[in-house]
């Protein structure tokens, strides 16, 4: 049996106990070296050591494994055959021989097999040189980020260049599925880093019926630490080419934001030659401007009406009628707040100048506030409006509702909570040269409302307690009829309707509470059901005086699944005047059903949805959308997706039919690379 031996050597005194994250500190000097083997010799005369067996040498954070080893102590100079590892808390590197230079960090490996640990990176070449403390050199090399003898996919060229937090680069190189050369790439750049860095980001490519064939390109630019912007350029066959940029911040005081704009000179739509000029802008914006005002932005505007029909990828999208840009500016002091707005709408359905604009509408308001130590409370609501738009009335209004409300409570059960309140409404500078005017309105209102409840300890057995409470309201609200008609009309509290009604209601909750280990507990509404009618006091509704019963409910048994209502019966009829249900039911293993249907009589609206995913066939993922209005018995939009997800790659074939376009889409995701191929999201990010 052979005996092991063991040599713990000092270069050099000093701090020799620092440690080493990376290679980069691998060789300097005044760092120990630990060298083990089963068969170790030492020339004094060229200061070579030569071990044998099972070798280990170690310095820092630096381990080599062989079977054989030969270290020249005075030049750093090692050369290791046989199973050799070198082996850091970031990197591995694998091979049949090395040759290393411990003081230099720098050296070379055959048939090696080299792998980054925080990119999931595996390289594998004939010859891998360590050219410094974070380059390498590849020859004759493949890379990828699957974890099998096989991987699906990886790129191979003749040379490979990787700089660690930098990039791999390679030319002429080729793309394999499996051992199955499948495409040609020129230059190819990866990324070998977790930090952002500027460059070219891959391109999309895909086919709609509006825009016929589409390859999209673009350029992610780092701007610091705290901006980044990525610009686009993209051709569509059937309408021009595209330019787009994005623009991200975050500054002080909270500042942060997006801003958006696109651009394309459309050449035809739908085989018509238009020429026309198309572009949107977005910006977001939330942060605080000095002295603590709070400024807010979500602004978008597009010049063409088409914009979203045309360029619009999902519902949400291409079925807008129209955009709206708003910028505020709030300050609070404690009890007061103070708000300025401005609003501007672009109507997307007609060419309307008469859409109306708010340039500004400022508003004071002081929330409830008790009055000394008594029942009593005051609140105040102002606001100055500057209504203005191309055509039609224009004019300015001045509103203020100083309110004053009181809250009992009888017989320690009962809660009443009566308010009166006075709105006054000026006018003034009207378009229309009719001078100025003024009208008040009163309202009373009083609230009555109590609550029995009832705790049931354990009820089955994994509930910790179960709440249940009724709560029945009584609502009175009266408005004097006044008369309104000399007044201009511009939004709805220019003519407020005359009210004299009771609404009656009865709410009922059960609230579970479980409790976690190590006494948390948390608290969830499993049922919360209202029933609430309206009975019209006025002479005006002396024929029908109970108006629709509505009823809200919302149930969410467990935490993957709910359901909700909210539902009008017209009491005389029986029939249903509005229903909007929604509901869903998801696991935590992506399967998913969520479904959603609303009717209103009045507005003729008739329309449902699901959505569905299924993710128990895995690694085959399915997806279904549909979209349909009953009142036409329209099919509005209809999207099928199939995926194949892999360790470190997937394929996503998905076809979307709306109402006047068709869109297949095929991705293909590589695990650190991104996507290639498809027609994603809207076009420039806009």
Request: charge should be negative; aromatic fraction near 12%; glycine fraction near 8%.
């Amino acid at each position: 049996m052979l005996l092991r031996f063991f040599i713990l050597l000092f270069l050099c005194a000093g701090s020799s106990l620092a440690s080493a994250a990376d290679w980069s500190q691998v060789g300097e000097s005044g760092r120990p070296v630990q060298l083990e083997a089963d068969q170790l010799s030492y020339d004094k005369n060229t200061g070579l050591y030569r071990a044998s067996g099972d070798v280990k040498l170690v310095q820092g954070d630096l381990v080599i494994h062989s079977q054989l080893l030969k270290w020249n102590q005075a030049s750093g100079e090692i050369e290791a055959e046989g199973d050799v590892q070198l082996i850091s808390p970031d990197e591995e590197l694998f091979g049949k021989k090395a040759h290393y230079n411990l003081l230099k960090g720098t050296g070379t490996v055959e048939d090696g097999y080299f792998y980054l640990r925080e990119q999931n990176l595996h390289v594998y070449g004939q010859t891998i040189e360590r050219r410094g403390k974070l380059d390498y050199r590849i020859k004759k090399g493949t890379f990828t980020t699957c974890d099998c003898q096989v991987p699906p996919w990886k790129f191979g060229a003749n040379q490979l260049d990787i700089t660690l937090g930098g990039y791999v680069r390679a030319r002429n190189m080729i793309f394999y599925l499996k051992d199955v050369p499948s495409l040609f790439l020129p230059y190819m750049i990866y990324p070998a880093k977790t930090e952002r860095e500027s460059g070219l980001l891959i391109p999309t490519v895909g086919y709609s019926d509006k825009r016929g064939f589409q390859y999209g390109g673009a350029y992610y630019q780092v701007l610091g630490v705290n901006q980044d912007a990525t610009l686009y350029l993209d051709y569509l066959s059937e309408m021009g080419i595209g330019k787009g940029l994005e623009y991200r911040y975050i500054f002080g005081h909270e500042n942060a934001g997006e801003a958006r704009v696109y651009h394309i000179n459309v050449d035809q739509i739908d085989g018509v030659t238009v020429d026309e000029e198309r572009y949107a802008l977005k910006w977001q914006h939330d942060g605080f401007l000095p002295a603590g005002v709070h400024m807010v932005v979500d602004a978008e505007y597009v010049n063409d009406d088409q914009y979203f029909k045309d360029f619009g990828s999902v519902a949400e999208e291409y079925n807008k009628d129209k955009v709206q840009s708003i910028l505020s500016l709030s300050k609070n002091w404690g009890k007061y707040n103070l708000v300025g707005q401005l609003k501007y709408t672009k109507d997307l359905e007609v060419d309307d100048p008469t859409t109306l604009q708010l340039l500004p509408r400022i508003t004071f308001d002081a929330v409830r506030q008790r009055i000394k130590t008594t029942h009593f409370y005051y609140a105040l609501e102002s606001e100055y409006s500057n209504f203005w738009r191309q055509e039609g009335l224009r004019g300015e209004r001045l509103m203020a509702r100083p309110i004053l409300a009181a809250s009992f409570k009888l017989l320690d059960v009962i809660d009443v909570a009566p308010e009166i309140s006075y709105r006054e409404r000026y006018y003034w500078d009207l378009s229309d040269n009719s001078g100025s005017d003024h009208q008040g309105t009163a309202e009373f209102t009083t609230r009555i409302s109590t609550r029995i409840q009832k705790v049931y300890h354990r009820p089955f057995g994994f509930f910790g307690k179960l709440r249940h409470s009724v709560e029945p309201e009584l609502l009175y609200r009266y408005i004097p009829e006044v008369e309104q008609g000399h007044l201009p009309d511009f939004d709805s509290y220019d003519r407020i309707a005359e009210s004299n009604q009771l609404e009656y209601a009865l709410v009922q909750r059960f609230t579970v509470r479980t409790d976690q280990i190590g006494g948390r507990s948390t608290y969830r509404e499993l049922f919360y059901l209202r029933l609430s009618q309206i009975y019209a006091l006025t002479d005006k509704a002396r024929e029908q005086r109970f108006q629709d019963l509505r009823i809200e409910m919302t149930l969410l048994p467990t935490e993957w699944l709910s359901f909700q209502t909210d539902t009008t019966l017209d009491v005389d009829s029986g029939d249903w005047t509005k229903v909007a249900v929604t509901g869903g039911i998801k696991d935590q293993q992506e399967n998913s059903l969520r479904f959603e249907y609303r009717y209103d009589s009045i507005n003729d609206i008739d329309y449902g949805l699901v959505d569905l995913s299924v993710a128990f066939l895995k690694p085959v993922y399915l997806t279904y959308q549909q979209r349909y209005e009953f009142a036409t018995d329209e099919q509005l939009e209809q999207v099928i997706g199939i995926e194949y997800r892999q360790q470190c790659w997937s394929a996503q074939l998905s076809y979307r039919e709306s109402e006047d376009n068709r869109t297949v889409m095929l991705t293909f995701t590589m695990l650190g690379i991104g996507s290639v191929g498809g027609i994603g999201g809207s076009l420039g990010g806009i």
